[in-house]
Nanobody, 124 residues
Framework: QVLLVESGGGLVQAGGSLRLSCVASGRPFSTHRMGWFRQAPGKEREFVAAIGWDVRTVYYADSVKGRFTMSRDNGKTTVYLQMNTLKPEDTAIYYC?????????????????WGQGTQVTVSS
């Protein structure tokens, strides 16, 4: 079992920045691949970013590429999502998720554990 707790969400003006954190507890953190997803009001949950065991292997959705940066600190069992140049369309609940060693990191079905989410609101 893995418990994931997100933090760092809030209200920010367009063009601003936020950094989300997700602390994991339970099974060894370094054995999990990690992802961030988001769900805007009235929309399906969508992939944002993911990172493998190797901190150099990071994947991004096209909509956030160049603006968001995902990283992990295995010593702190934490993943981060640095979000810069935020846009109103980035408004959503952001979820952290943990996956095992198989499956596409772009697919929600790959992930076994999910956090409760943190709200990000970007005003225009």
């Amino acid at each position: 079992q893995v418990l994931l707790v997100e933090s760092g969400g809030g209200l920010v003006q367009a063009g601003g920045s936020l950094r989300l954190s997700c602390v994991a507890s339970g099974r060894p953190f370094s054995t999990h691949r990690m992802g961030w997803f988001r769900q805007a009001p009235g929309k399906e949950r969508e992939f944002v970013a993911a990172i493998g065991w190797d901190v150099r292997t990071v994947y991004y959705a096209d909509s956030v590429k160049g603006r968001f940066t995902m990283s992990r600190d295995n010593g702190k069992t934490t993943v981060y999502l640095q979000m810069n140049t935020l846009k109103p369309e980035d408004t959503a609940i952001y979820y952290c998720a943990a996956a095992g060693d198989s499956g596409s990191l772009y697919a929600q079905s790959t992930y076994d554990y999910w956090g409760q989410g943190t709200q990000v609101t970007v005003s225009s």
